[in-house]
């Protein structure tokens, strides 16, 4: 099991739009624990706790303790509304959870070894595809990230999801292929000179088609007046 945070939540009775706009004068942020059987509770949380939570990149696949009226209560974050237009948070929803319970979540990939890769050094560009995976496994399972190493890797490589190490009781939800998570793209400025010089190469070839034929026709010209 890996390390659980603990933040400090408060039970609230107010529910409902006025409710939840109370809460939010008082610099806290409504919220509800739903899920395991139980009936959904709702609670609170400080905007400040959060705000040190989300500024982690693992705060939406972490598993927390939510410590309400000094009894302890295991969840996952399942959802965070925020105000489209001011981004401020709006609410929270809280999966309980226990060693058993299974979930579909999305994963972080990372990449290592940049520097060892020939294919970047010579200025290719790492394409990234998916910026997380999605998954289905035990809370208990989930990990931090999906690591890929670009050791040794070309330009024109790609990275693919069997790339990377994978618990047994980690499932991703795509299953019927071995799919791409990144590439190594040839920078735009290499492709475009190639693209170039073909083309240089193409005309250079029809100039010479061109020489060659009036040369041709000029020596059948000559050949048809010797002849008169």
Same mark, same amino acid.
Do not use: W
């Given at each position: 099991?890996?390390?659980?945070?603990?933040?400090?939540?408060?039970?609230?009775?107010?529910?409902?739009?006025?409710?939840?706009?109370?809460? &939010?004068?008082?610099?806290?942020?409504?919220?509800?624990?739903?899920?395991?059987?139980?009936?959904?509770?709702?609670?609170?949380?400080?905007?400040?706790?959060? &705000?040190?939570?989300?500024?982690?990149?693992?705060?939406?696949?972490?598993?927390?303790?939510?410590?309400?009226?000094?009894?302890?209560? &295991?969840?996952?974050?399942?959802?965070?509304?925020?105000?489209?237009?001011?981004?401020?948070?709006?609410?929270? +929803?809280?999966?309980?959870?226990?060693?058993?319970?299974?979930?579909?979540?999305?994963?972080?990939?990372?990449?290592?070894?940049?520097?060892?890769?020939?294919?970047?050094?010579?200025?290719?560009?790492?394409?990234?595809?998916?910026?997380?995976?999605?998954?289905?496994?035990?809370?208990?399972?989930?990990?931090?990230?999906?690591?890929?190493?670009?050791?040794?890797? $070309?330009?024109?490589?790609?990275?693919?999801?069997?790339?990377?190490?994978?618990?047994?009781?980690?499932?991703?939800?795509?299953?019927?292929? +071995?799919?791409?998570?990144?590439?190594?793209?040839?920078?735009?400025?290499?492709?475009?000179?190639?693209?170039?010089? $073909?083309?240089?190469?193409?005309?250079?070839? $029809?100039?010479?088609?061109?020489?060659?034929?009036?040369? $041709?026709?000029?020596?059948?010209?000559?050949?048809?007046?010797?002849?008169?």
């Amino acid at each position: 099991m890996k390390d659980i945070s603990i933040l400090n939540a408060f039970s609230r009775k107010n529910v409902g739009t006025n409710g939840s706009k109370k809460v &939010r004068q008082e610099n806290k942020i409504p919220a509800i624990i739903y899920g395991d059987g139980k009936n959904p509770q709702a609670i609170s949380l400080e905007i400040k706790d959060l &705000r040190t939570a989300i500024s982690k990149s693992s705060f939406i696949n972490k598993i927390y303790d939510l410590s309400i009226d000094k009894s302890k209560t &295991r969840v996952i974050v399942q959802d965070i509304s925020q105000n489209p237009v001011t981004e401020r948070l709006e609410h929270i +929803d809280f999966l309980r959870v226990n060693d058993d319970t299974k979930v579909t979540i999305e994963v972080p990939v990372k990449f290592i070894n940049e520097a060892l890769s020939p294919g970047l050094k010579r200025g290719g560009v790492l394409n990234v595809v998916r910026y997380t995976v999605e998954v289905v496994c035990p809370v208990k399972s989930i990990p931090e990230n999906f690591e890929f190493n670009l050791e040794g890797l $070309e330009i024109g490589d790609s990275i693919h999801i069997s790339h990377t190490k994978m618990n047994e009781e980690i499932k991703t939800t795509i299953t019927d292929r +071995d799919f791409t998570v990144a590439s190594i793209l040839a920078p735009s400025a290499l492709v475009s000179a190639e693209a170039t010089e $073909e083309k240089t190469g193409e005309e250079g070839t $029809e100039t010479e088609e061109t020489e060659e034929n009036k040369d $041709e026709e000029k020596t059948k010209e000559n050949e048809s007046s010797e002849k008169k």
